[in-house]
């Protein structure tokens, strides 16, 4: 137990810290005659030597007095405190984490409750989140209990060991602290664990999408190669076929993606290429080249054979 202090005056010169199990019951002190310069005390089985050690989960009582010259001081103002052992992280402490389309899945081990040894059950997992590199991170809503609030949420079920979180942007990195949450419900009071390893999730922006369904086909029998394309970035975009010296063949599809549709809502489009030329004419045997280009620095390629 860590007992803290701000500096009183220049004629203190020492200080007595006093503890008791039962409020205003003090009698010997805990510890004597500490250094006017020192501002803390930690109280455990090797300092408290006046008195019983510490247990976990009881209530204990501090207060403490300044002596100088002229004597020693009235009492300070009573503290109390309940001391617990906190729970333990996992074998691994690592968060698990997947992107999908602006937002963060969140998955990760359960810590190891140490209620029956000096500690609380856990009832939740309170998540933290940094869009700063970590230098500040803010409660998640939805996860374990706000810091400093009570009372628990209804029941006593199994906490959850995965969170969804849906307030994404893209374009940034965002850092993930998990800490699990036990609770003292004699006391109304809950704690913190030790946190699990911070996870770091980059949301990138999307890019504009082609994907050729088959890489071979017999325009001869009728067939086709289906070509779709998922656009999310504005601008005039075309798809078109050349050959493998690079002649163009025909243009598949020519025009312009409106701004209105964005990443979460892409511009889709179905085309289906038959084999043949600008012309109208079934194109020879051989391996050819579907290119979809856009303004936006986009290209993709694909090839595709036509066999007869």
Request: hydrophobic share 35%; glycine share 8%; charged share 15%.
């Amino acid at each position: 137990m860590s007992i803290l202090w701000r500096f009183v005056s220049t004629d203190v010169t020492s200080y007595t810290i006093y503890r008791a199990s039962i409020s205003g019951s003090y009698t010997e002190p805990l510890a004597a005659n500490i250094a006017s310069k020192i501002t803390y005390y930690v109280d455990n089985t090797l300092t408290s030597r006046n008195l019983p050690p510490i247990i976990n989960t009881q209530t204990y009582f501090y207060t403490m007095t300044a002596v100088n010259d002229a004597g020693e001081s009235s009492r300070s103002a009573e503290y109390s405190v309940i001391p617990s052992k906190p729970s333990q992280l996992p074998d691994n402490p690592a968060i698990r984490t997947s992107y999908l389309r602006r937002s963060v899945s969140l998955g990760w081990d359960a810590s190891i409750s140490m209620e029956g040894n000096g500690g609380y059950p856990i009832v939740g997992y309170n998540i933290y989140r940094s869009q700063d590199g970590g230098s500040s991170f803010r409660w998640l809503e939805g996860s374990g209990i706000p810091p400093a609030t009570i009372p628990l949420p209804a029941g006593n079920s199994t906490p959850a060991l995965s969170y969804l979180d849906l307030d994404i942007a893209y374009g940034n990195v965002y850092e993930y602290r998990i800490q699990a949450l036990d609770f003292d419900s004699l006391h109304n009071i809950s704690h913190e664990g030790t946190a699990y390893l911070i996870a770091r999730v980059p949301v990138d922006f999307p890019n504009n999408r082609m994907d050729v369904l088959r890489n071979a086909f017999n325009p001869a029998k009728g067939e086709s190669v289906p070509v779709t394309l998922s656009e999310v970035q504005p601008g005039h975009t075309w798809v078109k076929i050349y050959n493998l010296a690079g002649e163009l063949i025909c243009t598949l599809w020519e025009g312009n993606v409106d701004a209105q549709y964005n990443p979460d809502y892409p511009f889709l489009l179905n085309l289906a290429w038959d084999g043949k030329n600008s012309r109208g004419e079934l194109v020879a045997s051989g391996v050819y080249i579907i290119h979809a280009e856009g303004q936006s620095r986009y290209h993709q390629t694909r090839k595709v054979a036509v066999i007869k």
